[in-house]
C-alpha cells in the first residue's frame, strides 16, 4: 500500500475531501426572527438540525462589517506582532493548535472572554482600541441575538418564564466565550482534491454558539440521525447568523434538542473569517433537563453537573470527543 504524506506545509493537519456543488445543503432551516412564527420554527430547527440560520435580526450591517473589516487588519500583521497578542490560553491570539490537547487546524485566531457585553479586561489584546471598540459593539449586538434566540426556544417549548434559558447567560458572572477566527486560504492544495481541515468535528459545550462570517464558506455540519455520517456543507451568508445547539441545551432539554456536529474545511484561494459567540451560563449553574420539559415517568438521561464540572472535563478532550459521554446515565 502506498501511503501517501500531507504536503509539508499542512503537515500535522487532517485534510478533508474537497467540497463540490453538491455538497452545498439548500435546506438549512431559515428562522425570521421579527416574524411571530419565530419559536415555532427555532423549536422545529433544533429538533431536526441543532442549527439554523438567522434572518431579520436588526443587527446593523455596519456593526458586522466593522468587526470585521478589523478582525483582517489583525490577522494581516507581521507574525512576530501577532504572536505577541498571545499565547491562545487562557485568552490570546493562537495559531494552529486548538485547546491543550493536540488538535491542529489550519487557521489562526483570537480566544476572548467576555463579561457582561464586552470583551473582558482580563483580556489584554486586542490592544487596539478601534478593535476593541468594534468587537465591543458586535458582542453586545450579538448577545442580544443569542438572548433573543434563547427566548424564542423557551416560547416554543412552552418553558415559563420566558427567560429561563436566556437568564443562564445573561446573568452576572456567566461563562461567556468569543472567537474570531481567521482561515487563510492553503493555495499548495489546490486541484488535488483534498482540503486542509480548518476546524476539525466537534459540537460546541456551551447552550448556543452564533456564528457570523465573511462571504467565504467552509462551515460543515453532520446531518442528524443519518448512517453513515453525512456532512454538508452551508452556503455562506454574511447578513445572517448561524445559531449551533450545544452540548448544555441538548441536556437541559433532555436530548430533544440534540448539539450539533460541525467543522470547517478551508479553502485554497480565499480567506475566511468568522465571529463566534458561547453564549454559556454561570460556572454553578446546575445542567439538568428543565422539569417542564420531563414527561410523566420521564427521567433524565444524565447524571447531575455543573457547568464548571463539565467545563473541567471538556478540557481535557480532544475536539471530536463525545464530552458528554460522562456525563450519561447508563443505558439500562
Ligand atoms: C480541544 C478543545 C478546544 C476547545 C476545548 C477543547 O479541549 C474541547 C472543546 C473545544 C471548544 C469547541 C468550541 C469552542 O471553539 C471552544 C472555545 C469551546 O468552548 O470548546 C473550544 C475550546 C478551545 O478552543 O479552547
Ligand atoms: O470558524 C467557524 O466557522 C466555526 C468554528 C467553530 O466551530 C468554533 O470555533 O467552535
Ligand atoms: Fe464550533
Known amino acids: 500500500m502506498v501511503v501517501l504524506a500531507n504536503p509539508p506545509v499542512v503537515d500535522q493537519i487532517?485534510?478533508?475531501?474537497?467540497?463540490?456543488?453538491?455538497?452545498?445543503?439548500?435546506?438549512?432551516?431559515?428562522?425570521?426572527?421579527?416574524s411571530p412564527g419565530a419559536a415555532r420554527a427555532v423549536v422545529d430547527a433544533c429538533e431536526r438540525f441543532g442549527f439554523f440560520k438567522v434572518v431579520n435580526h436588526g443587527v446593523a450591517t455596519e456593526t458586522m462589517d466593522r468587526a470585521e473589516a478589523e478582525a483582517v487588519r489583525f490577522f494581516a500583521q507581521a507574525q512576530a506582532d501577532?504572536?505577541?497578542?498571545?499565547?491562545?490560553?487562557?485568552?490570546?491570539?493562537?495559531?494552529?493548535?486548538?485547546?491543550?490537547?493536540?488538535?491542529?487546524g489550519w487557521l489562526e485566531y483570537l480566544l476572548l472572554a467576555v463579561d457582561s457585553a464586552s470583551v473582558s479586561d482580563a483580556c489584554a489584546v486586542p490592544s487596539s482600541a478601534a478593535f476593541r471598540n468594534a468587537l465591543n459593539e458586535y458582542i453586545a449586538a450579538v448577545r442580544n441575538v443569542a438572548t433573543r434566540v434563547l427566548e424564542a426556544m423557551a416560547?416554543?417549548?412552552?418553558?415559563?418564564?420566558?427567560?429561563?434559558l436566556s437568564a443562564m447567560v445573561k446573568e452576572q458572572g456567566s461563562d461567556q466565550v468569543f472567537r474570531v477566527n481567521h482561515y487563510p486560504p492553503c493555495p499548495a492544495l489546490q486541484g488535488l482534491g483534498c482540503s486542509a481541515t480548518g476546524?476539525?468535528?466537534?459540537?460546541?459545550?456551551?447552550?448556543?454558539?452564533?456564528?457570523?462570517?465573511?462571504?467565504?464558506?467552509?462551515?460543515?455540519?453532520?446531518?442528524?440521525?443519518?448512517?453513515?455520517?453525512?456532512w454538508v456543507s452551508v452556503p455562506s451568508d454574511r447578513d445572517a447568523f448561524f445559531v449551533n445547539v450545544g452540548d448544555s441545551l441538548q441536556v437541559l432539554t433532555n436530548g430533544r434538542f440534540r448539539s450539533v456536529k460541525?467543522?470547517?474545511?478551508?479553502?485554497?484561494?480565499?480567506?475566511?473569517?468568522?465571529?463566534?459567540?458561547?453564549?454559556?451560563?454561570?460556572?454553578?449553574?446546575?445542567?439538568?433537563?428543565?422539569?417542564?420539559?420531563?414527561?410523566?415517568?420521564?427521567?433524565?438521561?444524565?447524571?447531575?453537573?455543573?457547568?464548571?464540572?463539565?467545563?473541567?472535563?471538556?478540557?481535557k478532550t480532544r475536539l471530536g470527543d463525545n464530552r458528554l459521554s460522562p456525563f450519561e446515565k447508563l443505558a439500562r
Open 82 to 104: 501577532k504572536d505577541r497578542a498571545g499565547p491562545a490560553y487562557p485568552f490570546g491570539y493562537g495559531s494552529k493548535r486548538i485547546g491543550l490537547n493536540g488538535d491542529m
Open 155 to 164: 416560547e416554543g417549548l412552552g418553558i415559563a418564564p420566558v427567560d429561563t
Open 199 to 230: 476546524f476539525g468535528e466537534h459540537t460546541d459545550p456551551q447552550l448556543v454558539s452564533v456564528l457570523r462570517s465573511n462571504g467565504t464558506s467552509g462551515l460543515q455540519i453532520a446531518l442528524q440521525d443519518h448512517q453513515p455520517q453525512q
Open 262 to 315: 460541525h467543522r470547517v474545511v478551508t479553502n485554497s484561494l480565499k480567506s475566511r473569517v468568522s465571529f463566534i459567540y458561547f453564549a454559556g451560563p454561570q460556572l454553578a449553574q446546575r445542567i439538568a433537563p428543565l422539569p417542564q420539559l420531563l414527561g410523566e415517568g420521564e427521567e433524565s438521561l444524565y447524571k447531575e453537573f455543573t457547568w464548571g464540572d463539565y467545563k473541567k472535563a471538556a478540557y
Open 14 to 34: 487532517p485534510l478533508l475531501r474537497s467540497p463540490g456543488p453538491a455538497d452545498y445543503f439548500s435546506a438549512i432551516p431559515v428562522v425570521d426572527l421579527s
